[in-house]
């Protein structure tokens, strides 16, 4: 499955099936997160066959039901922390979707994760991971008019952009994103107060950089 279909068939999943995820899919999974956090300085984990942490009051308020499995998006302290946890979270979310698996960005409904965390390291989010009960459905989204300049004489590369960070996932569905070009240059900025908004742009601009293609354009 491409990474460009993947971002269309991937919806938020919060009940999963009691289905392991196998080892070949684990190894796959494994070293795609080795692969980012040596490219990103990130130190993300995978945590299998860990019930507890989405066992719980929260939790189940927030409708998550037979989690096994997450992903801890843990890094360095910084400026950069949370919109790299977005990019790069976004990265294995959507590695885990071809690789037949669902998942949820998950800020408050759930308790502590077993990740190891270094000094000098946070842990900014969780995504639950799994083979959903559903394959979850869309979501309502705003039009291209409302969270960017574009116009109907901008070059392809941008309407096809702009396409895929309507797709993005963000908090509460919130869309706090605004897209601007001048030239080859692209600026998204998030507007307004709202919850993992420095989340929500780093998990844009991925998606931005996938419809677009990282050739065409420079992030100003």
Known sequence: MPISQAMRDRHSVRQYLDKPIPENIRQALDSYVISINAAGGMHIQLIYDEPACYNTRMAHYGHFENVRNYIALVGPKGSELEEKAGYYGEMIVLKAQELGLNTCWTALSRGKSRSVILPGEK???????????????????????QISDYAPDAPDWYREGIEAALLA?????????????????????????????????GIVKFHFEIGAGKDNFEWA
Not at 127 to 140: E, P, V
Not at 176 to 186: A, L, Y
């Open 123 to 145: 842990e900014v989010i969780l995504i639950s991971l799994g083979y959903g009960a559903t394959q979850g459905s869309a979501r309502k989204s705003k039009r291209a008019a």
């Open 169 to 201: 996932p963000t908090a509460i569905n919130q869309q706090k994103f605004r897209i601007s070009r001048q030239g080859n240059k692209v600026a998204i900025k998030t507007s307004g107060i709202g919850p993992c908004l420095k989340i929500d742009l």
